[in-house]
């Protein structure tokens, strides 16, 4: 099946670790997405990416940093520079082709400080 | 800039009855527009869409929703909700004069159907 893969579900950061969440789809898509969730703030963009070894800061960019060498992988690292990591991280891809296509989520990375 | 309310935090619903779950949105151009249901613990998933054409869209599980753009609304609706239905609800929008793929997402309305 085709689909969006999170991984980790958990996770658990120490203070002043990097800790990276990996995102992978077989869904051919060009575009990849990370986002933010906390509770009644919906979702906010962290990165972008629209092609291969090419990616764009969202709206909340600082303390998080991400590669996108393999059109099926984009991974996120959040640094020691977020203070404030605990979220749950969401990974989505979408065709790339016209803006009318929605957006394909994978189940999610759950974050937290130990 | 481009925005998106959800007014209500909560809907609450019978099973059986007809449910509404609101959202309006501020774009400088013309809208795309999406519905997106979230279930705890899960991804998105994607419900339905607008682009242009007929005001009254449908999407998966029975539900629709309704473009007004005078009112510049996209509300959710279905004609006799399931308890199966309770879950977050998503509203979303992209500009059509945006070149970046970036969605902006409303902070969603949770929607309880009681037995």
């Known amino acids: 099946d085709g689909g969006i893969t999170q991984s980790p579900k958990y996770l658990f950061r120490k203070e002043g670790q990097n800790v990276t969440l990996s995102c992978e789809q077989n869904l051919n898509h060009d575009a990849m997405y990370w986002y933010r969730q906390d509770p009644g703030q919906g979702l906010r963009l962290i990165y972008y990416s629209q092609i291969v070894n090419d990616f764009q800061k969202g709206d909340i960019a600082e303390g998080y940093s991400v590669s996108r060498e393999k059109k099926e992988s984009f991974p996120l690292t959040v640094t020691s520079a977020q203070k404030n990591p605990t979220a749950f991280y969401l990974c989505a891809s979408s065709m790339g082709q016209g803006l009318a296509d929605p957006q394909h989520f994978g189940d999610g990375t759950r974050l937290s400080i130990l | 800039a481009q925005s998106v309310a959800q007014p209500e935090d909560q809907v609450n619903v019978a099973e059986g009855n007809p449910l509404t779950v609101k959202c309006t949105y501020s774009?400088?151009?013309?809208?795309?527009l999406f519905w997106y249901v979230q279930y705890p613990n899960r991804g998105l998933q994607f419900l339905l869409k607008y682009i242009t054409g007929d005001n009254l869209v449908k999407g998966s599980y029975g539900f629709e929703a309704e473009f007004n753009k005078s009112q510049t609304s996209f509300h959710l609706k279905k004609p006799s909700a399931l308890v199966s239905d309770s879950a977050l609800y998503f509203c979303?929008?992209?500009?059509?004069?945006?070149?970046?793929?970036?969605?902006?997402f409303g902070s969603g309305t949770r929607l309880l159907v009681r037995p």
């Open positions: 979303a929008v992209r500009d059509m004069e945006d070149s970046s793929y970036k969605l902006i």
């Open positions: 774009v400088s151009g013309n809208p795309y």
